[in-house]
């Protein structure tokens, strides 16, 4: 059996949680079989559960895709999604601090170096390529790197990120960034749909996308290799799968935020970004 969705299938529990609505997760599943999977099973049960839950799916993401969103709500998700770029190279400067393996440290650091580039401006790294992105959306870059007009959930979700990557065992933390197995797919469909759909939107406006197609997957392969070799017990392989998850809800709690605020019902918090339009 090389699947964890499959483990305990016939079981009661499961049927019982079923029939109230409540599906159990592959770590549940895990946890209740208590039997180790082989690395390629728990690479798959990730795969499986991140996929399922990844943003890729939100209703947000899919007005994007589908050319439906206007310039202001386009304005909104690149102000808040810049608070979640900000975080990143700060949770892997985290993250970094705490593996006592230099050749851990050689390769996480060139997450640190991809988002806040190098000395001299050798290379620009992601922060500032982003910067690019909202300018190009007509946003003043000061007022979106100040991160004050992002919505109040935006802070507390990338605040959710630092605080699992601090709180949590190395394992948790290396696995919590295993959304990116799956962001390629959605900077696969989200560029062509930018440019085919929005005509105030150029390649220069998107620069930012370019590197992370080679980036994530060398990234996510690292780290997948990782959690399979130190996931050594069912409970540690269970737990790959939570963080997996916890970030997956990280993702769709900017993205709730963002549809609630920008869409339906258009309820913006006081002091967060407010497009001249909004009502
Ligand atoms: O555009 C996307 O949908 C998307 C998703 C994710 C992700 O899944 O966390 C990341 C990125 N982009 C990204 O550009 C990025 O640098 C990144 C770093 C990380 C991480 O958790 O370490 N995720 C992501």
């Given at each position: 059996?090389?699947?964890?969705?499959?483990?305990?299938e016939?079981?009661?529990?499961?049927?019982?949680?079923?029939?109230?609505?409540?599906?159990?997760?592959?770590?549940?599943?895990?946890?209740?079989?208590?039997?180790?999977?082989?690395?390629?099973?728990?690479?798959?049960?990730?795969?499986?559960?991140?996929?399922?839950?990844?943003?890729?799916?939100?209703?947000?993401?899919?007005?994007?895709?589908a050319?439906?969103?206007?310039?202001?709500?386009?304005?909104?998700?690149?102000?808040?999604?810049?608070?979640?770029?900000?975080?990143?190279p700060k949770?892997?400067?985290?993250?970094?601090?705490?593996?006592?393996d230099?050749?851990?440290?050689?390769?996480?650091?060139?997450?640190?170096?991809?988002h806040?580039?190098?000395?001299?401006?050798?290379?620009?790294?992601?922060?500032?390529?982003?910067?690019?992105?909202?300018?190009?959306?007509?946003?003043?870059?000061?007022?979106?790197?100040s991160?004050?007009?992002a919505?109040?959930?935006?802070?507390?979700?990338?605040?959710?990120?630092?605080?699992?990557?601090?709180?949590?065992s190395?394992?948790?933390?290396?696995?919590?960034?295993?959304?990116?197995?799956?962001?390629?797919?959605a900077?696969?469909?989200r560029?062509?749909?930018?440019?085919?759909?929005?005509?105030?939107?150029?390649?220069d406006?998107?620069?930012?996308?370019?590197?992370?197609?080679?980036?994530?997957?060398?990234?996510?392969?690292?780290?997948?290799?990782?959690?399979?070799?130190?996931?050594?017990?069912?409970?540690?392989?269970?737990?790959?799968?939570?963080?997996?998850?916890?970030?997956?809800?990280?993702?769709?709690?900017m993205?709730?935020?963002?549809?609630?605020?920008?869409?339906?019902?258009?309820?913006i918090?006081?002091?967060?970004?407010?497009?001249?339009?909004?009502?």
């Amino acid at each position: 059996m090389n699947s964890a969705a499959s483990m305990s299938e016939g079981d009661t529990t499961k049927q019982r949680d079923t029939q109230s609505g409540v599906r159990p997760t592959a770590a549940d599943e895990i946890r209740k079989a208590g039997r180790l999977l082989p690395p390629a099973g728990l690479e798959q049960a990730l795969r499986t559960a991140g996929f399922d839950r990844y943003h890729i799916h939100h209703p947000f993401h899919k007005m994007m895709n589908a050319g439906d969103l206007t310039k202001a709500q386009m304005q909104a998700w690149a102000l808040n999604r810049y608070c979640y770029q900000a975080t990143i190279p700060k949770k892997d400067a985290i993250i970094l601090s705490r593996s006592e393996d230099p050749e851990f440290r050689r390769e996480w650091r060139k997450r640190i170096i991809d988002h806040d580039g190098e000395v001299n401006g050798e290379k620009d790294g992601g922060i500032k390529r982003w910067l690019k992105l909202a300018e190009g959306l007509g946003l003043d870059t000061d007022m979106v790197q100040s991160r004050k007009y992002a919505l109040p959930a935006t802070h507390f979700a990338v605040d959710a990120y630092i605080d699992l990557v601090s709180n949590s065992s190395l394992l948790v933390a290396v696995a919590s960034s295993l959304t990116e197995l799956f962001s390629p797919v959605a900077i696969g469909e989200r560029v062509p749909a930018m440019l085919n759909r929005y005509d105030y939107i150029t390649e220069d406006t998107l620069v930012y996308f370019k590197p992370r197609m080679h980036q994530a997957p060398r990234d996510s392969e690292h780290a997948l290799d990782l959690v399979t070799r130190w996931a050594d017990t069912p409970d540690k392989q269970a737990d790959a799968v939570d963080a997996l998850l916890s970030k997956c809800n990280i993702l769709w709690a900017m993205l709730d935020a963002l549809h609630f605020a920008y869409v339906e019902p258009g309820l913006i918090a006081p002091g967060s970004f407010r497009p001249p339009d909004a009502k």
